[in-house]
């Protein structure tokens, strides 16, 4: 098992090892200590999917708000490649992350090796 706080290399790696300790806490065949290093472990994994599913649930919701603003006609474009032109067009830009007001501010906490 690797060291409890060991960041998992992405979402999918740590949900598979958190339900994996799980599996072997249900069945019992870890004894006291390691039962206890596999709960720490869990909390570790728990927490890191936590974050990772609320930050891609933050883009989702960015990305689906930005989409309804500007009606049917607006196409979304990744943060931070404005084109210049679009104003020449009557054309909605979508905002960058510096300029949109509904984007948080901050970022990661350190530790945080989030896959986003």
């Known amino acids: 098992m690797p060291d409890s706080q060991t960041t998992p290399p992405s979402f999918e790696s740590a949900l598979a090892e958190f339900e994996a300790l799980v599996e ?24 890191y999917c936590e974050r990772a599913l609320s930050a891609a649930e933050r883009k989702v919701r960015i990305l689906t708000e930005g ?22 067009r009557d054309e909605p830009v979508a905002a960058s992350r510096d300029t949109d007001p509904r ?14």
């Open 67 to 88: 989409a309804g603003e500007g009606g049917a006609g607006e196409r979304l474009r990744p943060f931070g490649t404005e084109d210049s032109r679009a104003s020449d």
């Open 24 to 47: 072997k806490m249900e069945r019992g065949d870890l004894s006291l200590e390691d039962s206890v290093t596999a709960y720490e472990r869990g909390v570790v994994l728990h927490g």
């Open 103 to 116: 984007v948080p501010r901050g970022g990661a906490s350190a530790g945080d090796d989030l896959p986003f």
